[in-house]
């Protein structure tokens, strides 16, 4: 959770760090596809903020729960059946609602990141939003597992000035998540600070240096 104030889900992003709880009983199931305008439906932006970059944990996190259930309800069947005892197999529910929860706790988790601020979207049954302004980023790191690595996915986590921190957990890309939150991927990797005439007047600078060297 964020270090700062609690507030409604109507606070504007110029409020302190805002972390918010609210049964949300029209969240469903977001998509890669999702516009910006449904992720102002809980964001509450301001109208000079922009978004730059929007996107949630990657899908194939729900893998190991789904292999999970599958176990459960092969054990469940199995144990049924050598056991003569058919309520066993009830078990196996557990095993379907494992995936299905995971794939739901994914689906409705979304990040966002805007020129003023980050924020994090949590919750099935009910909503979480948290709040770090950007000028309180202190530092940011950037962490990849063995799985993370081979496929291109990770966590970026990052700590705000005075206590409270936000992860984006199992990202796409953290690498250029990262740079979009330090603000890296704005510059120009090819433009060189400040003007010709600048540079032209370091250049006489530097001759002008050279020849009082010579002498």
Do not use: H
Not at 137 to 147: E, K, R, Y
Request: net charge negative; glycine share 10%.
């Amino acid at each position: 959770m964020t270090g700062g104030d609690s507030g409604p889900a109507g606070s504007t992003p110029d409020d302190p760090d805002v972390t918010e709880s609210a049964t949300d009983s029209t969240a469903g199931s977001a998509t890669d596809s999702e516009p910006v305008a449904a992720v102002d439906d809980w964001l509450a932006r301001g109208d000079d903020e922009t978004v730059r970059w929007e996107g949630r944990p990657r899908i194939q996190t729900v893998i190991p729960a789904a292999v999970v259930g599958l176990a459960i309800v092969v054990v469940a069947a199995v144990a049924a059946a050598a056991n003569g005892v058919p309520e066993l197999a009830v078990a196996g529910l557990v095993g379907f609602l494992l995936p299905a929860w995971s794939y739901l706790r994914v689906t409705n988790t979304r990040y966002v990141v805007t020129d003023r601020a980050l924020y994090r979207k949590t919750g099935v049954l009910s909503r979480t939003v948290q709040r770090v302004s950007l000028d309180r980023v202190q530092n940011s790191a950037l962490s990849q597992g063995v799985t993370g690595s081979l496929f291109g996915y990770g966590t970026v986590a990052v700590e705000a000035a005075g206590g409270g921190a936000i992860r984006f957990d199992d990202v796409d890309d953290p690498g250029a998540v990262r740079d979009r939150i330090e603000g890296r991927d704005d510059r120009d990797g090819d433009e060189l600070p400040g003007t010709v005439e600048q540079w032209a007047a370091v250049r006489d600078e530097v001759r002008a240096l050279r020849a009082a060297l010579e002498r």
